[in-house]
């Protein structure tokens, strides 16, 4: 468990318990609806997380279209391929899956990094630095726009 899902577990929590507590100290009619009101907010936030990944899922395919039709534009006649992270696999939970990387093919030894902003602009993220003198290295990139 991350350290977002546990703040999440004392928030959902922190809203159930004082519900439940109260209901206990109500009469039936006002118990029975305290307890369901609780209820409603845990399978909500069940359904909340079971559909999260789906939606994570759907933004990263919209990302990866939005970052390939930019490159084709950008870099016609060129070829490249799109890497996202596979966050379901254990090992790659800790990484952005928002991230794009992008190799072009002539220039297989550099990794473009690419996301995109929530107005749909494409922008250029970073590179994977090496232990050679960075400007020397920056000059090398045929595709720093």
Known sequence: MGPHEL???MVL????????LIGLKLKSRERMLMFSLAGIIC??????LSIHPYFID????????????YLEQTYPNERFELTTVPYWKE???????YKIEVVFANEAD???I????DNGTVELNGFPSTPDPLDER??????MK
């Open 114 to 117: 690419y996301s995109v902003k």
């Open 7 to 9: 703040i999440e577990w």
């Open 91 to 97: 090992g790659y939970k800790h990484l952005n899956p």
């Open 43 to 48: 399978i909500t936030y069940g359904v909340l």
């Open 13 to 20: 929590s922190a809203i159930v318990l004082p519900i439940a």
């Open 58 to 69: 759907q933004k990263i395919a919209y990302n990866a279209k939005q970052v390939e039709s």
């Open 110 to 112: 550099a990794i473009y």
């Open 138 to 143: 920056l000059d090398g990139l045929k595709h």
